[in-house]
């Protein structure tokens, strides 16, 4: 397998822009998770889906960010409008069952001017 | 919430050399994972580890879940070994895995 697969690898946009980001988890997985990573707040859970079904989307900062699941193999994190302090390594992670080994992809690192 | 604590927060050693590092969870904890994420920022999961003792090659990790701490080991280190572990716990209370701060590992050549 190709491992969980994130695009793109690196944003640049300007405040204001709509920025989505996409996932393709690890075939056969049934949980799929994004996290953001800022020098400030660490590693923070943003959301994570069960077959495809939004579970828990505590960790989302606000009503700006939306994520999907269409089908088992695809995911996106919208940011609209973004802003300079959304700047952050987004990673999205897969794993077969919610306790399992979880396995990330390389990251979108977002730059919002 | 549970509160997962790392030490040493960052630590320089000279290539060969062992360390221990150590993660301390505030809660009980169904799951364990350690990551290390590496100077190109990739997480890649070390183990996985909810109990006992694991090992692979100079790397190995023992949970002691009663007493709520995990300790990895990296023997004989390499540069290669440079980067941030980090400990994620998994709770049934919260049904997700809640990481520690990390341990910024600097091996000199």
């Known amino acids: 397998d190709a491992g969980v697969i994130q695009s793109p690898r690196h944003e640049v946009t300007e405040m204001g822009q709509e920025v989505t980001l996409r996932c393709k988890p690890i075939?056969?997985?049934?949980?799929l998770f994004w996290y953001r990573q800022t020098m400030m707040r660490g590693l923070e859970l943003l959301i994570y889906?069960?077959?495809?079904?939004?579970?828990?989307d505590s960790g989302m900062p606000e009503d700006r960010f939306s994520a999907k699941m269409p089908n088992a193999s695809f995911s996106t994190l919208k940011i609209q409008p973004s802003e300079p302090r959304d700047s952050a390594v987004y990673f999205c992670?897969?794993?077969?069952?919610?306790?399992?080994?979880?396995?990330f992809g390389p990251g979108t690192r977002l730059l919002v001017l | 919430g549970i509160q997962v604590e790392q030490s040493p927060p960052d630590l320089i050693l000279q290539e060969g050399a062992n360390s221990t590092l150590r993660c301390n969870f505030s809660?009980?904890?169904?799951?364990l994972q350690w990551f290390h994420q590496n100077p190109w920022g990739q997480l890649i999961n070390l183990f996985y580890?909810?109990?006992g003792t694991k090992q692979n090659g100079r790397l190995s990790a023992t949970t002691v879940a009663t007493e709520r701490y995990s300790l990895l080991y990296i023997s004989s280190s390499q540069t290669t070994d440079s980067g941030v572990y980090f400990c994620?716990?998994?709770?049934?209370?919260?049904?997700?895995?809640?990481f520690g701060t990390g341990t910024r590992l600097k091996v000199l050549a």
């Open positions: 992670a897969s794993s077969w069952q919610g306790a399992g080994t979880q396995y």
């Open positions: 075939s056969g997985h049934d949980y």
């Open positions: 889906f069960n077959n495809n079904v939004p579970i828990d």
């Open positions: 809660d009980s904890v169904n799951n």
């Open positions: 580890i909810p109990s």
């Open positions: 994620a716990v998994f709770t049934s209370g919260t049904y997700k895995y809640i």
